[in-house]
RNA sequence: GGCGCGUUCGUCUAGCGGCCUAGGACGCUGCCCUCUCAAGGCAGAGAUCAGGGGUUCAAAUCCCCUACGCGCCA
């Protein structure tokens, strides 16, 4: 990579719909490729459609972006704010600057109204084609005036269509996937503006980059066939083409492109189910992308250092959440038990847990489960009974069933009324000795004791949490659910 | 239909002609640790590298064909 030139990079979405894991992981290559290189990195919205674009769809990405934590030094800040030299970075604020390159093409004779309907272009190819016919000339090419001036009468609306050379190749050199060829001859002429007078995506898409000053186009797969047709578009219009890198898309776990009868495909619905922005972006990272030494887990310095376009995948890549739920879980436990606390405020909230109900203080508690937390929201469902009783559980029910429990309860219950200090190692050490006592096995007392307590089967090492619940929670709870067992 | 892209354990991948009896990670199985559950440690099962032809002393790696999947233009 020559180091004077400046990297730029950018993620132009269409805002027809919530940010898609895969548009997520666009922004992120594009994002990591900046940040590696010391360059820029570009948001642009393509709002051209004004029949599907929305303004929620606008404020949703933004909000996916930024919740992921990538951050553009060029874009849109919000509906209304803009920052960057090259601006406005919404397409529809861009439509004279379209309008004036597709004027000078047509000018130059690079490109040519064409009449024709979709219908009449359809028919024409298939015809070509039953024939096993190479591609006509399109017949607006050379339209001659009476002709036109007939369209025009008639009431047809042209569109434009760029010009394409009628022989040779054009070669792609793809960042990733190496040498790419097309032969011109079986390229058809590109609409550039559709007959509504607005430009195509691959026309407006051109403009932008150029006028953006983007060094590095990196994009889904589904683009690469356009690729051609926007090379010789910069050629047309004197400019220096960007590079290439195209992705290969995210297949859900049927094989077929990601969409959402395969699960959540938003990227706020990830945040909405408690994943960490931070495990999100480590897994996408890796969903098409990888070092030599197959390295799993990445710092941010570490991603965006290690991070460039040879590392990347040809062949597409399905989506494990399997394998984002175990990343989430190794990102979680690397967390401080009050950055837990500060994450999990949303559910727990949504638990009624915040504010702490009267207890133990929640960043102890949480300490004592922190290991086990895999997702966000099993902070308030794995911490809720020590502020409040919860449902026996049916393996706790079951522990419970034992002939011995009942007696085992009332006993200890009667043991712990008045015990003091009500702390981990002399609760151990008194509970061990009324095992012996009582010519019982640890796991005779200590499993009905669990599950009393807590109305589970699992959770925190049990004297600790004993000591945390505190003597009267301990005792109310063993004389109540003793008494329950018949 | 044409063109283009892709094809290594179930999944993500390493591999860029000999180091491969194909390595790592998730998941799975077993064992250890242990008051439960996790976490952790150890061990294991799991890929004739899509199939078939070449090239080469030697191919997962290079070339060709086929199949399948996907994308773009219609």
Redesign the pocket.
């Known amino acids: 990579m020559n180091p004077t030139e400046e990297i730029r990079t950018r993620f132009a979405p269409s805002p027809t719909g919530y940010l898609h894991i895969g548009g997520a992981r666009t922004t992120l290559y594009n994002w990591l490729f900046a940040r590696h290189y010391g360059g820029t990195f570009v948001l642009r919205i393509e709002d051209t459609d004004e029949v599907r674009s929305t303004v929620d769809s606008v404020t949703a990405i933004l909000d996916s972006i930024s919740w992921l934590g990538l951050d553009w030094d060029e874009g849109p800040l919000d509906l209304e704010r803009e920052q960057g030299p090259y601006g406005s970075y919404f397409q529809m604020k861009r439509l004279p600057s379209y309008q004036e390159q597709i004027r000078k093409l047509l000018a130059e004779g690079k490109a040519y109204p064409c009449y024709c309907t979709?219908e009449e272009?359809?028919a024409v190819?298939?015809e070509t084609?039953a024939k096993g016919q190479p591609m006509p000339e399109d017949p607006c090419r050379r339209l001659s005036d009476a002709k036109r001036r007939e369209h025009e009468t008639a009431g047809r609306l042209p569109a434009v269509r760029f010009i394409m050379p009628d022989e040779g190749e054009t070669v792609v050199e793809d960042l990733i996937?190496?040498q790419?060829?097309?032969?011109s001859r079986?390229q058809?002429d590109l609409?550039i503006q559709k007959t509504t007078g607005g430009p195509t995506y691959n026309f407006a898409c051109v403009c932008d980059d150029h006028a953006m000053r983007i060094s590095h186009v990196i994009r889904g797969?589904?683009?690469?066939?356009?690729t051609p047709a926007q090379i010789r578009i910069y050629e047309a219009l004197g400019w220096q083409p960007p590079k290439f890198a195209h992705l290969?898309?995210i297949?859900g776990?049927d094989?077929?492109?990601l969409s959402k009868r395969h699960g959540a495909t938003s990227t706020l619905e990830y945040r909405d189910q408690g994943f960490l922005p931070e495990a999100l972006r480590n897994y996408l990272a890796?969903?098409?992308?990888?070092?030599?030494?197959?390295k799993?887990l990445f710092t941010p310095e570490e991603l965006f250092a290690a991070f460039d376009l040879?590392?990347c995948?040809?062949?597409?890549?399905?989506f494990?959440p399997?394998?984002l739920?175990?990343m989430n879980?190794?990102y979680m436990?690397a967390l401080a038990p009050a950055d837990i606390v500060k994450r999990a405020e949303p559910f727990l909230k949504n638990a009624g847990l915040l504010p702490v109900p009267a207890g133990p203080p929640l960043i102890d508690v949480v300490a004592l489960e922190r290991?086990?937390f895999k997702l966000l929201p099993d902070v308030p469902g794995r911490v809720d009974f020590f502020y409040r009783e919860t449902a026996l559980t049916d393996k706790a029910r079951k522990v419970l069933s034992a002939p011995e429990a009942k007696g085992v309860l009332s006993g200890l219950a009667e043991l712990l009324g008045g015990f003091a200090p009500f702390m981990e190692k002399p609760l151990?050490e008194a509970i061990r000795g009324f095992c012996s006592a009582k010519t019982l096995k640890?796991?005779q007392v200590?499993?009905p004791l669990?599950a009393a307590v807590s109305g589970r089967?699992?959770?925190?090492?049990?004297?600790?949490m004993l000591e945390l619940l505190g003597r009267e929670t301990v005792v109310a709870r063993l004389r109540k659910t003793a008494a329950s067992l018949g």
């Open positions: 979709k272009t359809a190819r298939q084609q996937r190496g790419v060829h097309f032969e079986l058809p609409v797969d589904e683009h690469l066939s356009n290969s898309m297949l776990p094989g077929t492109k890796l969903l098409g992308w990888s070092t030599s030494d197959s799993q040879p590392g995948q040809k062949s597409p890549a399905t494990d399997v394998k739920n175990w879980g190794e436990r290991e086990k151990e640890p796991g200590f499993h669990r089967t699992d959770g925190p090492t049990l004297f600790s």
